[in-house]
């Protein structure tokens, strides 16, 4: 076994704070130093639109584990308020903001993302805000009382989570986005739920870019391509890119997530790297993806802390699985999207189905949309579920499915639980394979 | 292809109207003869207790189909309220109670089930019954005014959700079982919650047999081994056993259950069957089992349908998945319990853990018990779950992971939804392959 009796990580969220973990665990006499330039550790970033909704009425709650729990308990030496500003990978040392010079044997990148910030004049009005940091957050929360019109620019997965969290606190709410449609994570027609669900509750302005962000004293004008809304509150929810400028020398995507290997070991033999600032390897890709999600970081985070430490473990990839709650909607999706597995340059094709979520008969029923996504001859490429009922784990069997690398077949046969208040007697997913079995057959016959 | 111009199927319900209506798919223009000796074509059985419970407005509401709807579009001979009284498989003919003999070239038997009876006497007196054919669902639903105490025997899921229908009439139920615990279909630490939860609505007599039925005038005197409790109402919910009597040649289990390969077809070259009168495939035990749900019931029919007119189909085999609504609790499960992999002579270990359904921050959030069953070197036999929140579909998970021969590492590595609103960050699934295989760390340690 090699000794890492110096293991550095950068950032202090859920992928660093299990790496840091993992490590300890894997060498319980090597130095473990965890940077973080914030003030929490590793809290519930994904739980911020509910704090700020009111759904959870404290943002403490999203704290995992007090710093002490890391500090004390597991002999982490956490330095909060502490960011790293250079990293020497010849000399194998990281500078910090407060001119420490510090040694690792093993370094641990976790220093995550940032939301992208268009380069547009009135950004740093303090009227405009960003989701991402749990202090901003807390910061924000205590101004909503005070917000009567809110924009919230991008309509992916946070943005429409952010809408309903404003929605929530009586705010009125329109969301901007560039692309005609919301949630590129799904192809259009289950899209379409989503947009239907969220015009439901707010203004939708899309297929029109945001143009400027004019801050004058009652409100932000917000300039669109096509005119403009006033506001109290803009929302940027235009994603993230990952924090990885102090390396450069490292292998990475083209916007700048660390490839590495399932050891989550990058180009450099003594760096390691986890959560939002990596590419992971996507199984039905077959290569490098950029994925930022909670899971991934966590099970990554704690390989890499093994790895960096000495021992041993892997990470084998992922499939891309994520849900959204949107209103009163549940959209979820895993593996590829029909219009992602063409631009992957794959045939493929794609089979949707209404299916109800339960026995018809069945009080709560809900139609339940299915779409899967598969080749020609029936490899399972996808699938996207969206629904006010049943959506959330099923898509989870597909996850599974894919995983598997299992055919629409396969999917058909699976013996899945049925009763009356749970689901109709052929499962969605079954109702849904099924059809793609049936216009497969009919392909054949032509 | 074989020409079948005469298909015969036994038994209108799922499996062999599903059997019926492929094989008229399959074979435009075969025979396809029905007898069924009930009322009503293939309905949801399943639904009958909710129906009882008054949660279903009508038992029509759990029929799928119309008898037209077969008759007429899918031009299939139904004949309800026809018994088949005899089979010669030699001269391929089938006797009916109306006196008519029916010639076959393919026969599909798809008689199902018919409930266990204990052999004392009391059982006829018209205030016992047993659950399974609508017309006496429908008969009963009408009587339930009258029935202020009710004796369910029987503490298995059908037992369970009478109980649970009988409560939501306002009956005071009482349930008995011969063994000292409900729900054999689960190991006894997750039994040991629906144990609990349906003692918060009824009386349980557990560990005490059914001696006798004494039918009073004003009541049932049910006789126990350790005492006595007086019903208006007395349910039979001992389970089943296959409808198999007219074809005693034929291979099968001891309990009658027809052994059928994976076309469906039986020992006998023209006689294929489904449903609740065949054994299974079972893919974790590598070998037959008598598992009669619905959802097999409904796509080994097809498949049996589509043989006997000639096509070709297979049914590759069950996990033996399930779910149990139990009062406010939902208990599911697949593949092998400890009990049942060890009685199979195989080396099975259990990890049970307790998780939240959703992020412990979020409301909702429900304890959710995840039982895993498998091999000392980690392969996947069976799991449960039992919970309040969230287990329905995360069965099928499971249930896909046994499908695909999956092991503990390859659980905990699947890539499984999250959002705060549908699961903690780490699913309880992949907590509790986690938790095996750090069991599993320790135990090689040693």
Partial sequence: MRVASRVLVIGGGAAGMSAASAARRTDPSATITVLEHGTFPSYGLCGIPYYLGGVIPRGEDLIAYPAEEFISRRRIDLQ?????????????????????????????????AVPIVPPISGVDDPRVVTVRRLEDAIALHSRLGNVRRAVVVGAGYVG???????????????????????????????????????GRHCSLRLGTGLVGLHPEPEFVRVELEDGEVLADLVVLALGVRPSTSLVPELAALPNGALLVDHQMRTSHEAVWAAGDCVALHHLVLAGPAYVPLGPAANKAGRVAGIEAAGGHASF????????????????????????????????????????KSRAKYYPGAEPLRVRLVHTPDGLLLGGQLAGKDGAAQRIDVVAAALHARMTIDDLADLDLAYAPPFSPVYDPLTQAAQSAQFARAKQEAR
């Fill in 80 to 112: 909060l308020g502490t960011a790293a500003t250079g990293v020497d990978l010849s000399r194998r040392t990281v500078l910090t903001a407060t001119g420490a010079t510090l040694d690792f044997d093993s370094l641990v990148l976790a220093a995550g």
């Fill in 160 to 198: 429409l989570e952010m809408a309903e969290a404003l929605c929530e606190r009586g705010i009125e709410v329109t969301i901007v986005d560039r692309l005609p449609r919301v949630l590129t994570t799904v192809d259009e027609t289950v899209a379409a739920l989503a947009q239907e669900e969220a």
């Fill in 316 to 355: 084998p990839g992922i499939v891309g699985t994520a849900v959204v709650k949107v209103f009163d909607l549940t959209v979820a999706h895993t593996g590829l999207t029909l219009a992602q597995a063409q631009s992957a340059g794959m045939a493929a094709q794609a089979t949707e189905i209404t299916a």
